[in-house]
């Protein structure tokens, strides 16, 4: 039904689930679907969150700038475009260089490490860390 498989990420959110993440063709242009935490999805549709950061499974790598995204959590939706895409090695070089409130509202570097360390295990950071700089789409 045009529908693809980009990923499929297990204990990516909870230890004993896969997460998929699914695009679908529209008109030969792909729209990605990245699923995004509740909390999260409103920061980022308030802008009081402009920094989405992810590890660099091939699906992520893949991502371009100008590319539009729909972010989607259990309850609502919205549809972004990726305005700049910046590359790390890990996510110390990342912190180091990027405002911590912007990727968590409300937290310091210490605190937005340690949440990124509780969802990303070691080998899955080693992959690369991307951080897309998005802006909501009305």
Known sequence: ??????????AAYHPNQITQQWSYELGGNLMRTMRVKNHFLDAIIKGS????????????????????IKLASHSQEQIVSIKDIRIYPNFDAMIDQEKASSIVPGKNKLQVLWLLREIYKPEREALGVYVFEMEPIN
Do not use: Q, T
């Open 49 to 68: 969150k402009p920094l989405e950061v992810r590890v660099g499974y091939d699906n992520i790598k893949n991502i371009r700038k100008g590319e539009r």
């Open 1 to 10: 039904l045009g529908w693809s498989l980009d990923a499929a990420m297990p």
